[in-house]
């Protein structure tokens, strides 16, 4: 990933403006496509990258954890948690759920402020 150099210092999370991204960024890479477990590793690694990139260009002053699973959709669901100690009046998180007809994706972005 190529470096970037935040140009401010903006302070606050928006969890709806990272699930935009997260979403055009799962849209981008899975739109279209069919369940098939030999991409799996691709497409996580181009989700979290580009979400990653897309989050980390918006300037502000946050450590990012980007995470990804993808599934074959089945009869038997999908059930995930996550839980944080941290700082709830800088720090924030975000989940997107996406699904087609073969398969679901998760995505959870973590923000954890700077505090220089």
């Not at 980007?66 to 009869?75: F, I, K, L, M, P």
Request: proline content about 1%; hydrophobic content about 40%; aromatic content about 10%.
């Amino acid at each position: 990933m190529e470096e970037y150099h935040r140009p401010c210092d903006e302070v606050g999370f928006s969890a709806d403006e990272a699930h935009n991204i997260v979403k055009e960024c799962i849209d981008g890479v899975l739109g279209g496509e069919d369940y098939n477990h030999n991409n799996i590793n691709q497409w996580t690694a181009s989700i979290v990258e580009q979400s990653l990139a897309h989050l980390v260009k918006l300037g502000k002053a946050y450590k990012y954890i980007v995470t990804c699973a993808v599934v074959q959709r089945s009869a038997y669901g999908f059930h995930t948690a996550s839980s944080c100690f941290w700082d709830t009046t800088s720090d924030g998180t975000c989940t997107v759920r996406w699904e087609n007809r073969t398969m679901n994706c998760i995505v959870n972005v973590f923000a954890i402020a700077i505090v220089l």
